[in-house]
């Protein structure tokens, strides 16, 4: 029965130069911001918008991303050590040392998102809601890379298990199958990336504002809340709590995607932006004068 269980032991690292590494999970973590500046330049064609405010766009997510899933992580797991002492504290900005939180990513860029909305919107006809709800498209694909990435360290995975998919993340010392909760979630992101992508393809005209952030909520945190009854616990702490931390943090987000959707079917705004037609002509004014006849 053993055979069916996979021996994981894959090298994080892609290529090693000196002290210099390049490593896959660094890779798959910059292939999201990639893809998710390539499909807003898709979604600004669409909908006729002002390709300008993509640089600054793609310069907000970056940031807020990495501060808040770097501070998410040691506020909410690790809140001891990173300002407990002064090198803790300093480690805060050693981001190459690992240490991410999703949780904390989002609440950032929220946070971020309401910024820009705010320079960047009403000019070019846009709103909050809207750029969250093209934002979730890409984040959906983003959150699959991270999973393999974190499959690639022979992270975040989860309890023993009997099943023949099982993997036995030998880099960790682990000598039993556990169950591979990257992949889990990697599966769960991915197919919910490709039904927010069909929707908003094909049902855009017939989609109001908050759908796709409402759904996007609901089904991420609601499956990472169930995904996280098989994990085994990040830190110390969450030993023998009813619920650990990835739980606790994933109820207000799936609460949000239920106020988002209630918010999309009583306000029923379009999803697709609206912006004026700048191209129609003026029409030409007729005059109705008779002319004056001059006598000589």
């Excluded at 090198?87 to 939180?101: C, D, H, P, R, T």
Aim: proline content about 5%; some cysteine.
């Amino acid at each position: 029965m053993d055979l069916l269980y996979v021996h994981w032991h894959m090298n994080p690292e892609l290529l090693r130069i000196g002290s210099f590494a390049i490593r896959w999970y660094g890779l798959l973590f910059v292939s999201g911001f990639i893809l998710g500046y390539w499909m807003f330049t898709k979604f600004f064609d669409r909908e006729h918008l002002d390709k300008d405010i993509l640089d600054p766009l793609l310069y907000t997510l970056l940031i807020g991303t990495l501060v808040g899933a770097r501070l998410g992580h040691c506020i909410f797991y690790q809140p001891d050590y990173y300002f407990g002492s002064w090198k803790g504290f300093l480690e805060i900005f050693m981001v190459w040392k690992g240490g991410l939180a999703s949780h904390g990513g989002t609440i950032v860029l929220f946070f971020a998102m309401i910024w820009f909305a705010h320079k960047y919107g009403k000019k070019n006809h846009i709103d909050f809601v809207w750029i969250l709800d093209h934002l979730v498209i890409p984040v959906a694909f983003a959150a699959t890379f991270i999973r393999l990435g974190n499959l690639c360290n022979s992270e975040i995975y989860g309890h023993t298990t009997s099943l023949p998919w099982g993997f036995i993340f030998e880099l960790r010392g682990e000598t039993e199958p556990k169950h591979p909760t990257q992949l889990y979630e990697a599966l769960t992101y991915l197919f919910l990336g490709f039904f927010l992508l069909w929707l908003y393809w094909k049902r855009l005209d017939k989609t109001y504002r908050g759908t796709f952030i409402g759904i996007f909520f609901i089904v991420c945190f609601g499956m990472r809340f169930l995904i996280e009854f098989v994990k085994e616990p990040q830190v110390a702490f969450e030993e023998g709590m009813a619920l650990n931390m990835g739980q606790i943090l994933s109820i207000p987000f799936v609460l949000l995607g239920i106020g988002f959707l209630v918010y999309a079917y009583t306000r029923k705004i379009p999803a697709r932006a609206i912006v004026p037609d700048k191209m129609t002509p003026p029409r030409p004014s007729v005059s109705h004068a008779k002319p004056v006849s001059r006598k000589d």
